[in-house]
C-alpha cells in the first residue's frame, strides 16, 4: 500500500492500476509496437483471452491484474537493486582479472610450448619482437617436437644420448707422446730452416702448424716457430705466442725435432723469393705425399739453407705417411699445443659458469684448463659451494650458419626474395671466383644442393634433431660461435624448443671479455675449449675444422665418455623432404633419426687417407687395450 496522500495513489486502486499498466504500456511500445499493442488491451488481444478462458470481463478488471503484477516486478527490482549492482560488478572485475593474469604469463608458455603450426609443407615466416621475420621451414614437425618434449618432461625420461652407445671406445687411450723417435735429439746432420706462415683461422693454422712439425722431422730441418698471416676474414693479429705456449711447444717436442724461436740473422735478410727459396701452394699439391717434399723441397733446404712456407695450409697428406711421423703429428695436436694461460683462465671460468660447478671432471677437462680448474684434492669451501653437488650437464652445439657459409651454399633457406637478394649481394661482393664459376657451369637448383646433403643446417633443423635424440627443452646449450646469419629471429625456431640456449656473451662479462676484444682466433679458442669439455658435442658441419678438431680431442681424451652428435645431412633431408610430401608421424622421424646418429657413434678405426686431426683412433696415435 503506497504511502497516504501520494500523488500516484493506491496500486491497489482502480486509478493506481490504471496508472501502473499506463506506464509499462508506454515502455514496451517504446520498443516493439506490437508488444504495445498486446499489453494494452487491444481488441485482439481481448478475443484471445474471450475464447481461452470463457469469459467476458471489462478492460479495466484485466487492466487492474496486470498493473498488479507490474507492481510486483518493479517492487522486486527496488529489493534486489543493490545485489544486482554487486553481481555486474563482480563479473566485470573477474573479467578484468582474467585478462591481466594472462597478459602475465601468455609469453612464457609461448616460449616454451609453442601453439601448434597449421599443417603445411609451405614455408611459415612471422615476426618477433624485433620486427624481423622468423623463418620456419618445418612447422608442423615444430609442433609435433614440442608436445614430444612436453610428454617426456613428465615422464622425466633422460635421453640415452647422453652418453656414448658404445662400450668399446673406451678400450681405446691416448699413447702418441710415447718416445718411439728416430731423430732421438740428434740433430748433427740439420739441412736447414723452415719457417711458416700459416692462413686461417686458429683451426686451419693449428693443423699447419703440426703439419710443419711432420715436415721438418721428414727433411731433418730446423723449424722456426710459425707466424700466422693477417686475415681479412678473420682481422686477427694474434701470432703464436698469443695462442699457444712456445716454451711448452718445444720442450715437448725437443727429442723430435729442433725448433727455434727466429731465424738466425745471417738468414733474415734475404730475399726469398729471388733465391727461390719461397714456397706457396701452388708449388705443392694438395695434401702432398713425404716422397714429394723430398723431391721438390730438399734440394732448394739443401742449397739455400731455408725454405718459407708462405700461406701454409693442408699440403700434407695422411696416406701414405710413416707411421713415425703420423705419430709426431698426434703428438703435436694432443700434447704439444697448450693456450696460454690467459685462455685458460678465461675457458675455466666459463666452464664453471656454466656447470655451475669448480672441480675438474675428467682428462679433458685438466688438459685444456691446465691449473685454473680447482683440484679435487684441494676442494675450497670458501665459496660457501656445495662439492658434493653434480655438475650441471651442458650440450655444445656448433652451428655452420654464419653467413658466408649460407652464402656460399647457394642453398635456399625460407627467407623469400629478401634473403635471396641479401646472399646474392653479399656473394657479389666476397666470393668473385665463386660468381665467376656459376656463369659458366650449369646451375644446380636449391633442391638437389638439399637433397645432396650441401646445405648448412638451419638451427631449426638441429633443434629437430636435438628433440628426437630426446633432449629435454631444460637442457642448456652452449653456442659456440654465435655469430648466426639472421641473428635471434633465425634462432627463435630452436629457443622455442630449447629456451636455455647460452653463449660466452651471456656468461663472461664485458670487461672479462674486453682482453680478447678484435682477436677472433683467442675467442675460437674459448670455443673449441667449451666444445671440447662437453658433456654433449652436436656437429651440424662435417666439413668445419673446429668440429674435426674438437672431434678428434674428445676422442683422444674422453675415454669413452665424450659422445659426439653427428647427423647425415643428406640421410635427414631424405627424412625431412618426406615431411614435405607426406605427413611425417613423429615416431617415424625419430627412430630415422636415432639410427642416424647411431651409426655415426660406430667405434672405428681410422680409414686410409682420414685426418688423424679428426679421427685419431689408428695404433700410431692411440693404443687399444683388451
Same mark, same amino acid.
Given at each position: 500500500?503506497?504511502?497516504?496522500?501520494?500523488?500516484?495513489?493506491?496500486?491497489?486502486?482502480?486509478?493506481?492500476?490504471?496508472?501502473?499498466?499506463?506506464?509499462?504500456?508506454?515502455?514496451?511500445?517504446?520498443?516493439?509496437?506490437?508488444?504495445?499493442?498486446?499489453?494494452?488491451?487491444?481488441?485482439?488481444?481481448?478475443?484471445?483471452?474471450?475464447?481461452?478462458?470463457?469469459?467476458?470481463?471489462?478492460?479495466?478488471?484485466?487492466?487492474?491484474?496486470?498493473?498488479?503484477?507490474?507492481?510486483?516486478?518493479?517492487?522486486?527490482?527496488?529489493?534486489?537493486?543493490?545485489?544486482?549492482?554487486?553481481?555486474?560488478?563482480?563479473?566485470?572485475?573477474?573479467?578484468?582479472?582474467?585478462?591481466?593474469?594472462?597478459?602475465?604469463?601468455?609469453?612464457?608458455?609461448?616460449?616454451?610450448?609453442?601453439?601448434?603450426?597449421?599443417?603445411?609443407?609451405?614455408?611459415?615466416?612471422?615476426?618477433?619482437?624485433?620486427?624481423?621475420?622468423?623463418?620456419?621451414?618445418?612447422?608442423?614437425?615444430?609442433?609435433?617436437?614440442?608436445?614430444?618434449?612436453?610428454?617426456?618432461?613428465?615422464?622425466?625420461?633422460?635421453?640415452?644420448?647422453?652418453?656414448?652407445?658404445?662400450?668399446?671406445?673406451?678400450?681405446?687411450?691416448?699413447?702418441?707422446?710415447?718416445?718411439?723417435?728416430?731423430?732421438?735429439?740428434?740433430?748433427?746432420?740439420?739441412?736447414?730452416?723452415?719457417?711458416?706462415?700459416?692462413?686461417?683461422?686458429?683451426?686451419?693454422?693449428?693443423?699447419?702448424?703440426?703439419?710443419?712439425?711432420?715436415?721438418?722431422?721428414?727433411?731433418?730441418?730446423?723449424?722456426?716457430?710459425?707466424?700466422?698471416?693477417?686475415?681479412?676474414?678473420? =682481422?686477427?693479429?694474434? &701470432?703464436?705466442? /698469443?695462442?699457444?705456449?712456445?716454451? *711448452?711447444?718445444?720442450?715437448? !717436442?725437443?727429442? @723430435? #725435432?729442433?725448433?727455434?724461436?727466429?731465424?738466425?740473422?745471417?738468414?733474415?735478410?734475404?730475399?726469398?723469393?729471388?733465391?727461390?727459396?719461397?714456397?706457396?701452394?701452388?708449388?705443392?699439391?694438395?695434401?702432398?705425399?713425404?716422397?714429394?717434399?723430398?723431391?721438390?723441397?730438399?734440394?732448394?733446404?739443401?742449397?739455400?739453407?731455408?725454405?718459407?712456407?708462405?700461406?701454409?695450409?693442408?699440403?700434407?697428406?695422411?696416406?701414405?705417411?710413416?707411421?713415425?711421423?703420423?705419430?709426431?703429428?698426434?703428438?703435436?695436436?694432443?700434447?704439444?699445443?697448450?693456450?696460454?694461460?690467459?685462455?685458460?683462465?678465461?675457458?675455466?671460468?666459463?666452464?664453471?659458469?656454466?656447470?655451475?660447478?669448480?672441480?675438474?671432471?675428467?682428462?679433458?677437462?685438466?688438459?685444456?684448463?691446465?691449473?685454473?680448474?680447482?683440484?679435487?684434492?684441494?676442494?675450497? =669451501?670458501?665459496?660457501? &659451494?656445495?662439492? /658434493?653437488?653434480?655438475?650441471?650437464? *651442458?650440450?655444445?652445439?656448433? !652451428?655452420?650458419? @654464419? #653467413?658466408?657459409?649460407?652464402?656460399?651454399?647457394?642453398?635456399?633457406?625460407?627467407?623469400?626474395?629478401?634473403?635471396?637478394?641479401?646472399?646474392?649481394?653479399?656473394?657479389?661482393?666476397?666470393?668473385?671466383?665463386?660468381?665467376?664459376?656459376?656463369?659458366?657451369?650449369?646451375?644446380?637448383?636449391?633442391?638437389?644442393?638439399?637433397?645432396?646433403?650441401?646445405?648448412?643446417?638451419?638451427?631449426?633443423?638441429?633443434?629437430?634433431?636435438?628433440?628426437?635424440?630426446?633432449?629435454?627443452?631444460?637442457?642448456?646449450?652452449?653456442?659456440?660461435?654465435?655469430?648466426?646469419?639472421?641473428?635471434?629471429?633465425?634462432?627463435?625456431?630452436?629457443?622455442?624448443?630449447?629456451?636455455?640456449?647460452?653463449?660466452?656473451?651471456?656468461?663472461?662479462?664485458?670487461?672479462?671479455?674486453?682482453?680478447?676484444?678484435?682477436?677472433?682466433?683467442?675467442?675460437?679458442?674459448?670455443?673449441?675449449?667449451?666444445?671440447?669439455?662437453?658433456?654433449?658435442?652436436?656437429?651440424?658441419?662435417?666439413?668445419?675444422?673446429?668440429?674435426?678438431?674438437?672431434?678428434?680431442?674428445?676422442?683422444?681424451?674422453?675415454?669413452?665418455?665424450?659422445?659426439?652428435?653427428?647427423?647425415?645431412?643428406?640421410?635427414?633431408?631424405?627424412?625431412?623432404?618426406?615431411?614435405?610430401?607426406?605427413?611425417?608421424?613423429?615416431?617415424?622421424?625419430?627412430?630415422?633419426?636415432?639410427?642416424?646418429?647411431?651409426?655415426?657413434?660406430?667405434?672405428?678405426?681410422?680409414?686410409?687417407?682420414?685426418?688423424?686431426?679428426?679421427?685419431?683412433?689408428?695404433?700410431?696415435?692411440?693404443?687399444?687395450?683388451?
Amino acid at each position: 500500500m503506497g504511502k497516504s496522500g501520494s500523488k500516484h495513489g493506491d496500486a491497489n486502486s482502480p486509478c493506481g492500476s490504471f496508472k501502473y499498466q499506463f506506464r509499462y504500456q508506454k515502455m514496451v511500445q517504446g520498443s516493439d509496437p506490437t508488444k504495445g499493442r498486446r499489453v494494452s488491451g487491444g481488441v485482439y488481444q481481448w478475443d484471445k483471452l474471450e475464447l481461452f478462458n470463457g469469459l467476458r470481463s471489462n478492460s479495466m478488471k484485466l487492466g487492474s491484474l496486470k498493473g498488479a503484477y507490474v507492481g510486483k516486478r518493479h517492487t522486486w527490482i527496488r529489493k534486489h537493486f543493490s545485489s544486482l549492482v554487486f553481481t555486474l560488478l563482480l563479473m566485470g572485475f573477474l573479467f578484468l582479472l582474467d585478462s591481466f593474469m594472462g597478459s602475465i604469463f601468455e609469453p612464457s608458455v609461448l616460449q616454451s610450448n609453442p601453439p601448434p603450426k597449421k599443417l603445411s609443407t609451405e614455408t611459415e615466416m612471422f615476426g618477433d619482437k624485433s620486427g624481423k621475420n622468423v623463418v620456419q621451414m618445418y612447422g608442423h614437425l615444430a609442433s609435433m617436437a614440442s608436445g614430444a618434449l612436453a610428454e617426456r618432461e613428465l615422464k622425466q625420461e633422460e635421453s640415452r644420448f647422453w652418453k656414448e652407445s658404445y662400450r668399446k671406445a673406451s678400450l681405446w687411450s691416448p699413447c702418441a707422446d710415447r718416445k718411439e723417435s728416430r731423430n732421438t735429439g740428434n740433430f748433427q746432420s740439420n739441412t736447414g730452416y723452415i719457417l711458416v706462415s700459416a692462413n686461417g683461422g686458429l683451426n686451419q693454422q693449428r693443423v699447419a702448424v703440426c703439419n710443419a712439425v711432420a715436415v721438418a722431422s721428414l727433411l731433418n730441418a730446423t723449424l722456426v716457430i710459425p707466424r700466422f698471416l693477417y686475415s681479412n676474414v678473420w =682481422k686477427d693479429p694474434s &701470432q703464436f705466442g /698469443d695462442i699457444y705456449q712456445e716454451d *711448452y711447444f718445444m720442450k715437448t !717436442l725437443k727429442d @723430435e #725435432v729442433n725448433i727455434v724461436k727466429d731465424l738466425p740473422p745471417h738468414l733474415k735478410s734475404l730475399n726469398f723469393k729471388e733465391i727461390g727459396s719461397l714456397i706457396t701452394d701452388a708449388d705443392l699439391t694438395k695434401e702432398a705425399t713425404p716422397v714429394e717434399y723430398i723431391k721438390k723441397i730438399l734440394p732448394i733446404l739443401s742449397k739455400n739453407g731455408v725454405v718459407h712456407f708462405l700461406g701454409y695450409g693442408n699440403r700434407l697428406g695422411f696416406d701414405p705417411m710413416p707411421s713415425d711421423l703420423q705419430r709426431l703429428r698426434c703428438k703435436c695436436n694432443y700434447h704439444a699445443l697448450k693456450f696460454v694461460p690467459k685462455i685458460q683462465e678465461i675457458g675455466s671460468l666459463l666452464i664453471r659458469r656454466i656447470r655451475k660447478y669448480n672441480e675438474p671432471r675428467n682428462k679433458l677437462d685438466k688438459e685444456l684448463l691446465g691449473d685454473f680448474i680447482t683440484n679435487p684434492q684441494s676442494k675450497s =669451501k670458501s665459496n660457501g &659451494q656445495d662439492t /658434493d653437488r653434480e655438475p650441471l650437464k *651442458y650440450l655444445a652445439l656448433h !652451428l655452420r650458419f @654464419e #653467413v658466408d657459409m649460407v652464402a656460399y651454399s647457394l642453398c635456399d633457406f625460407g627467407g623469400g626474395k629478401i634473403e635471396k637478394d641479401e646472399l646474392q649481394t653479399y656473394r657479389e661482393s666476397h666470393f668473385p671466383l665463386l660468381m665467376q664459376r656459376l656463369k659458366k657451369s650449369k646451375p644446380i637448383s636449391p633442391e638437389e644442393l638439399r637433397i645432396s646433403g650441401r646445405c648448412p643446417l638451419t638451427p631449426e633443423e638441429a633443434a629437430l634433431v636435438l628433440a628426437a635424440l630426446g633432449f629435454m627443452s631444460d637442457t642448456y646449450i652452449y653456442l659456440a660461435g654465435s655469430q648466426i646469419y639472421g641473428g635471434k629471429s633465425r634462432l627463435r625456431p630452436l629457443t622455442n624448443l630449447y629456451p636455455h640456449l647460452i653463449t660466452k656473451e651471456d656468461l663472461l662479462s664485458p670487461n672479462e671479455l674486453a682482453p680478447f676484444n678484435n682477436f677472433s682466433s683467442q675467442l675460437a679458442a674459448v670455443d673449441f675449449i667449451a666444445c671440447a669439455t662437453s658433456d654433449v658435442f652436436a656437429i651440424t658441419d662435417s666439413g668445419s675444422q673446429l668440429s674435426s678438431l674438437v672431434l678428434g680431442f674428445r676422442t683422444y681424451y674422453g675415454g669413452g665418455n665424450a659422445p659426439t652428435l653427428r647427423p647425415n645431412k643428406k640421410r635427414l633431408a631424405e627424412v625431412l623432404s618426406k615431411n614435405n610430401k607426406t605427413v611425417i608421424n613423429w615416431n617415424d622421424f625419430e627412430a630415422r633419426v636415432k639410427n642416424m646418429i647411431t651409426e655415426a657413434q660406430s667405434v672405428r678405426l681410422r680409414g686410409w687417407g682420414r685426418s688423424i686431426y679428426r679421427q685419431p683412433r689408428c695404433p700410431e696415435c692411440m693404443c687399444r687395450f683388451q
